[in-house]
């Protein structure tokens, strides 16, 4: 089920997940149940066309119609039941509609059309379910974020793990470097750095000290922790943000509400005539209820003939054949109906890491700081050295700044010799290194970590020479001589041409929890002037919901964005990178993390909704060339059920063309 949680029987029901993967199922049954009705439909199809090969091959017409009763007793039977319980419930839909035709068919003796009628709508309808349900699976998934136990700190100071469950308020714990935090509390004890990037979106990791407060969630990158509990299981971060997701998904428009409201109209509609037809017929054209020009033979013809498959599915086949083709592509939709709201928004909203930028750093300056105060042997130290050096150091650290120091170095030839080497957990780190038979005394690390080993003098000049953005600095000193090491965001390489395509026809948006320094400078590269930062969840939720008024798309991968890509008119989550809350919660998966491929989908959106207007067009066309005819006497029930499968053909033919779109 892709996590460990245990569900009781009633648990799982209201979880919403699909029943393939239910735990009171063997894993072989499993396997079977997945998709079930797509797979019985398919089936059937394969007995129809024996029942039709028999039946036009005049071979014994028995084997046939033992065929169509399996059809009828696997398809028919299961939408008979349906229906039933539709109309106990009052409830007139089109699932009624074609249930009453296909088992009307076998009164006029046309029990294959029937079959095919229940069969294509069954296929149609349990493709639709398959890619459709989501949301609730995101806050199960959530259950792997948070480790399930953690470690108590006893009165006598010993350890004993016990379940999150059952840690109460004011509970001590111990939170080991590496280890992703259970609880919300505030430190007691220890310093470390942790990264929040999941639940804030800032990728830089953040100092945490005695008194200052770290969520459940968060990964401790290098030092110990011991906490006090100050919120449960239950109403931790985590547990918050599930909370804003199912807001966020009551909230969120459905647009499929108006095709079922349609569906129903309609086929109460033609229910009613048929039956009004049935009975008005004989006093109108002077015919008989019953035999081949009957009014019953006619009404049930005007049945079919007004409910064709194209009409069915006509605008859910396009659908699906747009999903088919941007699936090759990489692209995952949950759910055709989001082609039409991702074509009417007219914003789009990103979250900057992970999704604008890879969420790896780059070091974007690495520049000597020179003082008037000192005099040194030697002005300026040779910069490839120092690089070198400070990548030397850095490949014994596990802090992330490291890969971007020793990608900024690879093609530095020095031979470095690293014979000293400390980690001060939290601050940076120092050592001593040997390069061309001398020896230098280095500290990487934050300004307030290099400070203590600067000289007093230069302590006042270094304040005025660094700007209050130090945060976002690193600091090298090598003996007395400083470097300032200036890291940013990694853009992804498509996000450039993206922008610049997207900003001609959408209003374009940064949401995100980074901080101003580091969004503004992504979105000054990228073009993009609507900058939101330092955005907590629920600000991300309250903008989400301001701009979706007219639409609004919103591209992002954490947790920290899943209630805002629910919120929003369409979510899109990248697949690799992304949480798998974010893609839960979310309309549309780039399952390459290609966000190139938005401009793709916008325009395959366009074509797509074209295709389903046109095929719509068409059903109605055949509904008027044969329900009236029909009604006159001047079709006859074979060209009826004729016109009826034509058009699900062309319909078909006329959806290929968004393969090739």
């Not at 309250?542 to 369409?570: F, H």
């Not at 068409?618 to 029909?630: C, E, H, T, Y």
């Amino acid at each position: 089920m892709g996590n460990n949680k245990v569900y009781t029987f009633d648990e799982f029901f209201e979880s919403g997940l699909e029943e393939s993967i239910s735990p009171f199922l063997e894993k072989k049954s499993r396997k079977w149940s997945k998709n079930l009705p797509l797979k019985t439909a398919l089936f059937c199809l394969f007995l129809l066309i024996l029942s039709y090969t028999i039946v036009y091959t005049t071979l014994n017409s028995n084997i046939a119609y033992l065929l169509l009763c399996f059809i009828y007793l696997f398809v028919g039977v299961p939408a008979l039941l349906d229906a039933l319980e539709d109309l106990k419930n009052f409830e007139i839909n089109i699932s009624i509609l074609m249930t009453l035709a296909g088992f009307l068919a076998i009164l006029l003796n046309s029990p294959l059309e029937g079959a095919l009628l229940l069969i294509l709508f069954n296929i149609s309808d349990s493709l639709e379910k398959s890619i459709s349900y989501r949301t609730k699976s995101a806050i199960f998934n959530l259950n792997k974020i948070a480790p399930t136990k953690a470690f108590v700190v006893n009165d006598d100071k010993s350890f004993s793990e016990r379940s999150i469950k059952d840690i109460a308020l004011n509970t001590k714990i111990l939170i080991k470097a590496g280890e992703i935090v259970p609880l919300d509390g505030k430190i007691i004890e220890g310093y470390s750095e942790v990264n929040q990037v999941h639940l804030t979106g800032e990728s830089m990791p953040v100092e945490k000290k005695v008194n200052d407060m770290v969520y459940a969630g968060t990964i401790n990158i290098d030092g110990s922790l011991t906490i006090t509990v100050t919120k449960t299981s239950g109403d931790s971060t985590i547990s918050r943000i599930i909370k804003l997701i199912n807001e966020a998904t009551d909230a969120k428009p459905k647009i499929q509400r108006w095709l079922d409201k349609f569906g129903k109209i309609y086929s109460t509609i033609v229910i009613l005539l048929s039956f009004i037809f049935a009975a008005i017929l004989p006093f109108i054209f002077n015919i008989t209820y019953l035999g081949k020009e009957g009014a019953l033979y006619r009404a049930i013809a005007f049945l079919i003939a007004s409910s064709p498959c194209a009409l069915i599915i006509g605008a859910p086949l396009a659908y699906l054949t747009a999903i088919s083709s941007l699936a090759k592509k990489g692209i995952m939709l949950k759910g055709g109906f989001i082609l039409d709201a991702i074509r009417k928004c007219k914003n789009i909203a990103f979250d900057k890491t992970g999704t604008l930028t890879t969420g790896d750093f780059v070091l974007s300056s690495f520049e000597q700081t020179m003082f008037e105060q000192v005099k040194f042997d030697q002005a300026i130290f040779d910069k490839e050295k120092a690089l070198a050096i400070a990548d030397s150091l850095e490949r014994k650290s596990t802090h992330p700044i490291a890969k971007a120091i020793h990608t900024a170095a690879k093609d530095i030839k020095h031979d470095v010799k690293i014979i000293e080497f400390k980690s001060d957990a939290g601050f940076g780190i120092q050592g001593v290194c040997e390069v061309e038979n001398k020896k230098y005394k280095v500290y990487i690390g934050k300004l307030e970590y290099i400070e203590k080993f600067l000289e007093k003098v230069l302590k006042t000049e270094i304040e005025k020479k660094v700007s209050k953005k130090a945060k976002t600095l690193s600091f090298m000193l090598i003996d007395n001589f400083l470097f300032i090491l200036t890291f940013s965001d990694e853009i992804r390489k498509n996000s450039f041409s993206l922008i610049e395509n997207l900003k001609k026809t959408k209003n374009l948006i940064m949401l995100t929890g980074d901080n101003s320094f580091n969004a503004n400078f992504v979105a000054q590269k990228l073009g993009i002037e609507n900058v939101f930062a330092n955005q907590k969840v629920e600000d991300k939720l309250k903008l989400a919901s301001e701009y979706a008024k007219n639409g609004l798309v919103m591209i992002g991968d954490g947790i920290n964005d899943a209630p805002a890509l629910s919120r929003a008119t369409v979510g899109i989550s990248l697949g690799k990178v992304g949480s798998a809350t974010a893609i839960n919660a979310s309309d549309v998966i780039l399952l390459n993390d290609d966000i190139s491929l938005i401009s793709y989908l916008l325009k395959k959106a366009s074509f797509t909704s074209k295709i389903a207007k046109q095929n719509l067009i068409f059903a109605l066309l055949i509904i008027v060339l044969a329900a009236i005819p029909s009604l006159l006497g001047l079709i006859p029930l074979w060209l009826a059920v004729l016109l009826h499968e034509g058009s699900s053909v062309l319909v078909g033919l006329n959806c290929l063309r968004l393969i090739k779109h």
